[in-house]
């Protein structure tokens, strides 16, 4: 297959590099009125919203803080509220891509006429309009800080659902990898894992004859299996911590995605995992993807060679050997990176199992993948082979 036809439009202005929060001075509106959005308070403790508030200078600003990991619409309308009530008139979003994706929401519900939960029934094709919003990152992971994705929880409902626009690119994201020392060992993981499964979702599906955007993912996942272990071992390495933070920002700002085809079935299935379970994303998508390559490895089997030839420097005369090497390669940089893989790991059994079926069910999602050849049964057998 040729190339598709695409168009590419990216507005987000990036600012990289240590010291670098000091810019919001020129990035914000002199007059605006700030809501700072925050998660569950990390930021105060390791002085990073403190050097915000500095930045902000005499404007006038509050703090919204309690944005879950997995951001719920329930807390999210709470911000809404506020800001109705107390006319802000520009969100700062700090924190990772829990607080990115929620402030997302945040900005588009503000203003919307009707109930907001239609944001995310419709998936966010029905946004006309937000509040001006920026972000400080503290977490790479997500890709949010620089595209128009976010996802959103309802625990009511047990829904996890993904919205798109192109209302939601941020005016701005700060890039400081210094700002993202502090964190566990476990969320740095969970973040490589994340960035590396963004890559793969775009680049390991069917030959789209796509040279560019092939050697630019490439590139991106064997910078991830290179820097990963390095900033998991070494923290405060700013080196290998900002070729990690610009590769979580690069495998999910829409670029690789141009011209190709795309799959998502192990974010999908992830995302039921953890609304049901409450399993970190990055974990899940650890989970799935080893599997799901597996049971799909037929279709998928041009695109999985060339993986295990080019990333995994695999050559084997044999092509199932070599694609079996490949995915048990992939298996087991999630494992080096301290993430278990296997459902049982996480006590998850067959009952589980029918759990998550029923999910995918519920909310239609019977048909994934880039073939949209993954149905319930064929994802049964994806998590019947992640026991």
Not at 11 to 25: A, E, K, M, N, Y
Not at 83 to 108: C, H, N, P, W, Y
Not at 194 to 219: M, N
Not at 303 to 329: P, S, V
Request: proline share 3%; with cysteine.
């Amino acid at each position: 297959m040729a190339i598709q036809n695409f168009e590419y439009c990216n507005p987000t202005r990036i600012v990289f590099g240590q010291d670098t929060i000091s810019h919001l001075d020129d990035l914000i509106p002199k007059d605006a009125y700030v809501l700072i959005t925050i998660g569950g308070g990390s930021v105060r403790r390791t002085g990073t919203l403190s050097e915000v508030e500095k930045a902000l200078g005499d404007r006038k600003f509050s703090v919204f803080e309690g944005i879950e990991a997995n951001p719920t619409y329930e807390t999210l309308m709470k911000a809404v509220e506020r800001i109705r009530q107390e006319k802000f008139t520009f969100i700062l979003g700090v924190g990772g891509g829990s607080v990115m994706d929620g402030t997302k929401f945040i900005a588009a519900a503000v203003h919307f006429n009707g109930d907001p939960w239609n944001i995310v029934l419709q998936k966010g094709s029905n946004i006309q309009s937000v509040i001006p919003f920026g972000f400080v990152l503290t977490l790479p992971a997500t890709g949010s800080e620089m595209n128009y994705y976010a996802v959103i929880s309802r625990k009511e409902t047990k829904d996890k659902i993904g919205i798109a626009s192109d209302f939601l690119y941020p005016i701005f994201s700060i890039l400081d990898p210094t700002k993202t020392y502090s964190l566990p060992s476990h969320q740095v993981a969970n973040g490589i894992a994340d960035a590396f499964v963004h890559v793969i979702e775009q680049y390991l599906t069917y030959p789209s004859h796509a040279d560019v955007q092939d050697r630019f993912s490439e590139s991106l996942l064997l910078t991830l299996i290179e820097e990963g272990p390095k900033t998991l071992a070494y923290p405060n390495d700013y080196t290998s911590r900002a070729n990690f933070v610009w590769a979580a920002t690069l495998a999910l700002n829409g670029l690789i995605a141009t011209g190709v085809a795309q799959d998502w079935a192990t974010h999908i299935i992830g995302h039921e995992m953890t609304v049901l379970y409450g399993i970190d994303h990055g974990r899940t998508l650890s989970i799935i993807l080893p599997s799901l390559l597996h049971i799909m490895r037929e279709s998928k089997k041009d695109k999985l060679l060339q993986y295990a030839h080019r990333i995994w420097n695999i050559h084997y005369d044999d092509q199932e050997k070599t694609i079996d090497e490949a995915i048990h390669r992939t298996r087991q940089f999630f494992e080096s990176l301290g993430i278990k893989t296997h459902l049982q790991d996480y006590n998850l059994d067959e009952k589980a199992i029918d759990e998550i079926i029923d999910q995918l069910h519920r909310h239609n999602l019977t048909a994934l993948g880039e073939r949209q050849n993954i149905t319930l049964e064929i994802s049964r057998k994806i998590l019947q082979a992640s026991l």
